[in-house]
């Protein structure tokens, strides 16, 4: 079975500061791909940022970036310079062979001014 | 384009009523699926459809029905809404490109079952 696994509840962060989340997965698949979405209070569900497993470098998106440990089997998110619009529920989510997503239960960070 | 689409934003229900959450997407996607929200739990897999008359079960499927007619709309009814269904759900929709199964959500519907 395939899981994912967020151990941090909640987070906050200084506003400019770099905050990290969190994520662990687990898989018998080889080829699979990796996401991290955010949900502000708004509710809509954003992609941030996704990874390619058979890629060896780390994506990046502006100020959103992954550490991607593929042996480790873990798929962190590092937020630079944070802004009070990163406040939101972040999840981790992975998607491998067949069409189901898995999602973690999601860190909520809070941006403090 | 909309994109995914989803009515209505909020629903009260009481308990043993029945309704359909409404889910529609103009992208042409072959997928589609219904997730539910609950508090530290992340989202989870309600049912999931592969193309227009093909659905399959999910993680959590007791209590809810789906079916896909058209490629564009994909409902999820709920036969006798129980407060266990309290919820917020979202439909999403995806397209395999290159290998990459990438997922578009719906803005979500909030369910209270009194």
């Known amino acids: 079975a395939q899981t994912v696994t967020q151990s941090q509840p909640e987070m906050s962060v200084q506003e400019a500061e770099t905050v990290t989340l969190s994520c662990t997965y687990d898989t018998s698949e080889n080829n699979y791909y990796l996401f991290w979405y955010k949900q502000p209070p708004s509710r809509q569900m954003i992609l941030v940022i996704r990874q390619e497993a058979y890629k060896q470098q780390n994506a990046t998106e502006n100020r959103f970036s992954v550490n991607f440990q593929k042996a480790a089997k873990s798929f962190s998110l590092k937020i630079s310079d944070s802004q009070l619009g990163d406040t939101a529920m972040y999840f981790c989510a992975l998607v491998s062979g067949t069409y189901k997503y898995i999602f973690g239960t999601g860190t909520r960070l809070k941006v403090l001014a | 384009n909309a994109g995914v689409t989803q009515t209505p934003k909020f629903q009260v229900l009481k308990t043993g009523q029945s309704m359909t959450l409404q889910c529609a997407q103009d992208m042409n996607h072959e997928y589609m699926s219904w997730y539910r929200q609950d508090p530290g739990m992340g989202l989870r897999l309600i049912h999931y459809?592969?193309?227009?008359?093909?659905?399959d079960q999910g993680e959590v499927p007791n209590g809810y029905n789906v079916s896909r007619s058209t490629t564009e709309d994909f409902p999820l009814r709920l036969l006798s809404a129980a407060p266990s269904q309290t919820s917020v759900y979202f439909c999403a929709s995806s397209i395999v490109r290159g290998g990459l199964n990438e997922q578009f959500f719906g803005p979500g519907t909030r369910l209270t079952v009194l």
């Open positions: 459809s592969v193309g227009a008359g093909i659905t």
